[in-house]
């Protein structure tokens, strides 16, 4: 009589496999600017004058009759000005940047189920 020993191992597939992974990369940037400028002017302006204006005629006449006039004018004017100017400018700016970066490594099994 033979003596026969058989031994029989069985073998889990899930064990001799790498377990499928699946791999999520994000990203997300954001970025916005802005900017700003402005200019204000005043100006303002008077003038003021005075005229004045003087005359004098004088006749002299002569014994044979005839006469001779003489004008005298004197004339003057004045005036005076003055400005005034004002301004202002400004400027503003600004801007933003934001980055976000994320990876992540899911592990599933044959089916494709996260474990």
Request: charged content about 25%; overall charge positive.
């Amino acid at each position: 009589m033979s003596n026969t020993s058989r031994a029989v191992t069985k073998k889990d597939p899930t064990a001799q496999q790498l377990q499928p992974s699946r791999q999520v990369e994000s990203s997300e940037h954001h970025a916005s600017a802005s900017a700003k400028a402005g200019l204000s002017l005043n100006i303002f302006g008077a003038f003021s004058g005075a005229l004045s204006s003087k005359s004098k005629k004088t006749t002299h006449n002569h014994p044979d009759g005839s006469s001779r006039s003489v004008e005298e004018r004197d004339e003057a004017a004045q005036g005076y000005g003055q400005a005034a100017l004002s301004g202002a400018a400004y400027a503003q700016a600004e801007a933003q940047e934001r980055k976000r970066a994320q990876r992540q490594v899911e592990r599933v099994d044959h089916l494709g189920i996260e474990g």
